[in-house]
């Protein structure tokens, strides 16, 4: 069974401050993506990643960035966190070689951030 | 208009009922296609790819009309268990983007 990882399941933070969700995979998966999921707006793509060190802007991905070092880890970064950024944050992985299963996603368990 | 569209629902259905959902997507370049499930608070879960010719899988079978630009979900025979949101998720064609619906909600009542 494909595996996902997230550090954290609730976390809160204030204002301004910097935040780290980290996300780990464990089945050699070529890409990672980084969601958000509100209410009403569903899923909601912030960056992705398609191999060790390169990454692509999603839909939303003004006030985050994103790192991965290593194959089976992908990080999001919240530079300056804002009352806007409270959220359920979902991590996924596919295999990402070709056909239409590189396409299916495995999603962790999800970040509940909440910035007061 | 959103590049993924569903009706949000909620459907109420009693158990043993056929339910189908709809979506529509806007890319026509679009080329993968999948239905997803949601449980409440959990994370979204595979359901099934929809290829095509149009496929099933015991009980649930999705159907593809690229000329109408939509795909369907048809759940026979509903269980209780089955109640959960439906997503519907579209690749942007050519690349690894997706694009997710903001989902159906399903309420299998005994």
């Known amino acids: 069974d494909v595996k996902v990882t997230q550090s954290s399941r609730y976390l809160v933070k204030r204002t301004g401050e910097k935040v780290f969700l980290e996300c780990v995979q464990d089945?050699?998966?070529?890409?990672m993506f980084w969601y958000r999921q509100d209410p009403g707006l569903g899923l909601r793509l912030i960056y992705f990643?398609?191999?060790?060190?390169?990454?692509e802007k999603g839909d939303i991905p003004e006030g985050y960035s994103v790192s991965r070092e290593k194959k089976e880890r992908f990080s999001l970064i919240l530079e300056s966190a804002s009352t806007n950024q409270t959220s359920m944050y979902l991590c996924?992985?596919?295999?990402?070689?070709?056909?239409?299963?590189?396409?299916?996603?495995?999603f962790g368990p999800g970040t509940r951030l909440t910035v007061t | 208009r959103k590049e993924v569209e569903q009706d949000p629902g909620p459907f109420n259905v009693p158990e043993g009922a056929t339910v189908a959902f709809n979506c529509t997507y806007s890319?026509?370049?679009?080329?993968?296609f999948f239905w997803y499930r949601q449980d409440c608070r959990k994370e979204p879960k595979l359901l099934m790819s929809?290829?095509?010719s149009g496929n099933e899988d015991g009980r649930f079978t999705a159907q593809l009309n690229r000329a109408s630009q939509y795909i369907s979900l048809l759940i026979r025979d509903s269980k209780l268990s089955d109640s959960a949101t439906y997503l519907c998720?579209?690749?942007?064609?050519?690349?690894?983007?997706?694009?997710f619906g903001a989902g159906t909600r399903l309420f299998v009542k005994a």
């Open positions: 996924a992985s596919s295999w990402g070689t070709s056909g239409v299963s590189s396409y299916e996603q495995y």
């Open positions: 990643s398609y191999d060790v060190k390169m990454k």
């Open positions: 890319n026509s370049a679009s080329q993968s």
């Open positions: 929809v290829y095509s």
């Open positions: 998720v579209v690749n942007r064609g050519g690349g690894f983007k997706t694009i």
């Open positions: 089945m050699d998966h070529e890409n």
